[in-house]
């Protein structure tokens, strides 16, 4: 159907939705086609029949709406799919009377019958079924009519169903694992669903996806009444899979139920059955079953004997039970874990002490060289490491990384382990696959009994690990003060580096601690190590503004000569933001004048950081105010450039006091600017303090720059855009008032042949500041100027949402503004107004400027004239005014749309009316 019937239709469809019989009256007395097709070929027919609304139903049919011509769609249900899911059966038969197919197929493949079931609605299913709807009929998803009924556990629909000839024995392909209804019904726990599905002939013996009966689900849900109702139907126990009824039974550890199907014959694959009975800590069972089991070292996918899993339950009996059976004591799993690994692993001493009275073998390895002594120094426990050593167990044994049990005692903390250990040989030089012996692991724990007694007993306390790190590095990171000065006591180098060429010094300086930094060069540490990126430690110092540490340096020696050209101990300072710093180094002499690579000066750094403190006390040794730097900047153009520091004003305040040149011009972007010219280009976030300071400092507001003054560079940074609706820097009135009391020139004119006057009064206009507006016109500003963008004064006056004030509009009006600029947008002020502005405010204005000759019928790049917007925000009111200066009401926008569609699809009724009274067209085209 063609873009303008789909309108067309629309205007009824709309009213049918709203119920206004009136309305739809009106427009097919109007000559609306009542068999339009709509958006998404919906007419007005399937509107009423969606809302249930039987007499607009009647009324479209005696008005010659076709009930089948050939099925209406939407995106999903056709008249008589609606007419069910609304439960109408008064609906449902006339559709039908007038022939509709009653197992038609909806776009998702659901036909009346599977929407009725789908909705509980027994009605509509006993009446479609007598009417010949199919009750077999599957959806998409497979489910059938019956799959509701018994999903929702609904008996009556249910019987419903099956009575009309529903089958029985189908299975849900695609749905809920391709179970069948008496699956559902036994998961239900529903016994009078499942007794009628078996009257009926259903499969007891049918299996899901997963090859499971409804006799599983039975087990699953311990429902031993279901469970005998199902045996006595003959369901066969043993399935398809290695998972029989008996492993679910086991699960749920209900020992009737298992005795009751072990009692039946061909129970099937027994296996893993003792494992599930042992994991689950079932005494009885696992009794029960080591006489049913063919054996009791039985092994699962992952080699594990019953007693493996045992081992970790910690339940004594069941372990004590398994070895009077003859359980392997020295099984090995996937793992090459015993039962004793496993054991020692979940820390059972009980378990451990029984397993090796039973002769465990303490000497075997798992897959990673672990023994159990290994893992036993892991776990912490210091009876089962004694139980261990107590049988002679290799006390250095090593595992794949090459670490000892007593690496892992002097990790884990625990001082009687070491000592275990210790007394039974362990050797303490021994390393792991980082270089790292046990005094390592230990100090890096920071387990100082332990370190103490290691370190009694070790040689060589330089050794480095594969970072590289030393004994002593690793202390002083981790600001263990005890062990280093232990370790420095024994001789440990304090000038060893690591990979980056960092020495002990440097981490202690990083970890802030001045203890260790002077302890260590007490030691002979050397304070001045560069590092690979020639960081000396009072780099690191001044970085983290720890005071007492720089100052320790520089009385130990510390050079003031920086390590690299690119900057300076005091820019380094400087930046740091503390002045305390800043004069340590400037008393040892440093230059206060020194620049870095990019030619700033620390003073440069001072005025970014607004530290007046730090500013002090460079100018007290110096400090020179005025030196560029690369860029041509001064510190008062770096000060002026912060812009939104609060502590802008004074910090310009002291430059200026201090000799800092007001007017001094740099080349900045391509352009040559001033202070002034700098506080004008951070417009958004100055403030009128900035450019008092400026001004009482001697600052020229006239002063010609390139062509332009700081005035007219002002008004064009604020001036409103056609966005400008969203700005709310009203204190920019404040600083062009400023500007103004300061001699600015309001008539200099720049190289493109703009006036001050001309642009500010966009900016008056837009801030509807008329004491403003009225300067300017008698200073001779352009009341019809438009700016690139096409937008004039009276165009910046409706571009705000606020109160209209008609003052200002009728004096650019008297001064000969043009009412009908459109601007690159083709938007007049006229459709500002009625974009932006409501009610009567909108009313008045709008009249106003239709008074003044404002055109009705402009449109705008989207084809809108006003009469468009007006109706877009239902303004009847407006509307009509419009109409009353002429305005056509049957102009279309780019999209086809008269107002007369905007009002019938937004629901504007009032406005709809007024413009069927001017004469709006329903068969417009």
Do not use: W
Not at 27 to 37: E, R, T
Not at 459 to 487: F, G, H, Q, W
């Amino acid at each position: 159907m063609r873009r303008e019937g789909r309108q067309l239709a629309g205007l009824t469809c709309f009213a049918v939705q709203n119920k206004d019989m009136e309305m739809v009256h009106m427009l097919l007395d109007k000559g609306a086609n009542v068999n339009a097709h709509g958006e998404y070929c919906k007419t007005p027919l399937y509107f009423a029949v969606q809302n249930k609304d039987i007499e607009m139903v009647k009324m479209l049919v005696d008005k010659g709406a076709e009930l089948i011509k050939e099925y209406v769609y939407d995106q999903s249900h056709n008249y008589l799919h609606i007419a069910v899911n609304n439960k109408h059966i008064e609906m449902v038969q006339m559709l039908l009377d007038k022939g509709a197919d009653i197992n038609a197929r909806n776009t998702t493949e659901d036909t009346p019958m599977l929407l009725a079931a789908g909705n509980k609605d027994i009605d509509m299913v006993k009446f479609l079924s007598n009417k010949g709807a199919n009750v077999n009929v599957r959806d998409r998803n497979d489910r059938t009519p019956l799959c509701f009924a018994v999903q929702n556990k609904n008996m009556e629909l249910m019987q419903l169903l099956v009575d009309k000839g529903a089958e029985v024995n189908t299975h849900c392909l695609s749905y809920s694992s391709c179970t069948t209804y008496l699956h559902t019904a036994v998961n239900n726990k529903h016994k009078e669903m499942v007794q009628t599905l078996l009257d009926k002939g259903a499969n007891v013996n049918a299996c899901d996806y997963y090859k499971k009966t409804p006799l599983h689900f039975a087990v699953q849900n311990k429902d031993m009444e279901m469970i005998k109702l199902l045996l006595n139907k003959g369901v066969k126990i043993n399935d398809y899979s290695n998972n029989t009824l008996l492993h679910v039974a086991v699960m749920s550890k209900d020992l009737e139920i298992v005795q009751l199907l072990l009692s039946e014959k061909n129970t099937g694959n027994l296996s893993n059955l003792l494992h599930i009975a042992v994991e689950n800590k079932d005494f009885d069972m696992v009794q029960m079953l080591l006489k049913k089991v063919p054996s009791v070292d039985a092994c699962n996918s992952t080699q594990d004997t019953p007693l493996h899993i045992a081992a970790k339950t910690g339940v004594v009996e069941i372990v004590r039970l398994l070895l009077n059976n003859g359980a392997g004591v020295d099984a090995l799993n996937n793992n090459s874990l015993t039962p004793l690994h496993i054991a020692v692993e979940s820390g059972e001493a009980d378990i451990v002490q029984l397993l090796l009275s039973k002769g465990a073998n303490v000497s075997i390895c798992t897959n990673i060289n672990e023994t159990a002594l290994f893992i036993a120094t892991k776990s912490k426990n210091t009876k089962i490491v004694q139980l261990l050593l107590d049988k002679e167990v290799d006390v250095n044994a090593s595992n794949n990384t090459q670490e000892t049990p007593l690496h892992n005692a002097a990790r884990s903390g625990v001082l009687e382990i070491v000592q275990l250990l210790l007394s039974k040989g362990a050797y303490v030089n021994t390393c792991n696959n980082s270089n790292e012996t046990a005094l390592f692991i230990a100090i890096k724990s920071n387990h100082i009994a332990i370190d103490k007694m290691l370190l009694n007993i070790t040689s060589d306390v330089n050794t480095c690990n594969s970072t590289p790190d030393t004994l002593l590095r690793v202390a002083v990171k981790n600001t263990y003060i005890e062990i280093v000065e232990m370790l420095l006591d024994k001789g440990a180098d304090v000038n060893v580096r690591d990979k980056n060429g960092q020495t002990s010094v440097h981490s202690a300086v990083k970890v802030k601690n001045i203890k260790m930094v002077q302890m260590l060069l007490n030691k002979g540490a050397d304070v001045n190590a560069r590092d690979t990126k020639k960081v000396t430690p009072l780099k690191l110092a001044i970085q983290s503004k720890e005071v007492e540490i720089v100052d320790c340096l520089l009385k130990n020696g510390a050079s003031i000569l920086y390590p690299c050209e690119k900057s300076s101990y005091l820019h380094d300072a400087v930046n740091c933001g503390d002045v305390k710093i800043v004069e340590l180094i400037l008393n040892k002499g440093h230059n206060v004048n020194c620049v870095d690579s990019d030619g700033r000066t620390p003073l440069h750094c001072g005025v970014k950081t607004g530290n007046i403190d730090i500013l002090s006390a460079l100018l007290k040794h110096g400090a020179n105010l005025n030196i560029p730097d690369k860029m041509g900047k001064m510190p008062i153009h770096v000060a002026v450039e912060k812009g939104d520091d609060i502590k802008l004003e004074y910090l310009l305040e002291y430059l200026l006091k201090h000799g800092a040149l007001v007017d001094a011009k740099i080349t900045y972007d391509n352009e040559v600017l001033t202070p002034l010219f700098l506080a004008i280009r951070n417009v958004n976030f100055n403030r009128d303090e900035i450019f008092k300071i400026l001004f009482s400092n001697g600052a020229n507001p006239n002063l010609d720059v390139n062509g332009i003054t700081a005035f007219h560079k002002y008004v064009k940074q604020i001036k409103p855009t056609i966005s400008s609706r969203y700005v709310t820097h009203e204190k920019h009135l404040q600083i062009v008032k400023i500007l103004l009391q300061q001699g600015a020139n309001l008539n200099v004119v720049d190289n493109e042949g703009d006036s001050v006057a001309d642009e500010l009064l966009h900016f008056a206009a837009f801030y509807k500041d008329i004491e403003l507006v009225k300067l300017l016109l008698d200073h001779g500003a352009n009341s019809s100027y438009a700016d690139v963008d096409g937008m004039t004064a009276l165009h910046y006056l409706h571009i705000r949402v606020a109160d209209q004030d008609d003052n200002i509009a009728r004096l650019l009006l008297k001064h000969g503004a043009n009412v009908n600029v459109q601007n690159k947008d083709g938007i007049s002020p006229l459709h500002y107004l009625l974009y932006n502005i409501s009610g009567e405010t909108s009313l008045n204005a709008a009249r106003l400027l239709l008074q003044f000759g404002a055109k009705c019928d402009l449109k705008d790049q989207k084809g809108n004239t006003p009469l468009h917007l007006a109706t877009e925000r239902g303004d009847v009111n407006v509307a009509r005014l419009l109409l009353e200066f002429g305005a056509k009401c049957d102009l279309m926008n780019q999209k086809g749309n008269t107002p007369l569609h905007l009002a019938t699809e937004r629901g504007y009724v009032n406005v709809a009316r007024v413009l069927l009274h001017f004469g709006a067209k329903c068969d417009q085209k």
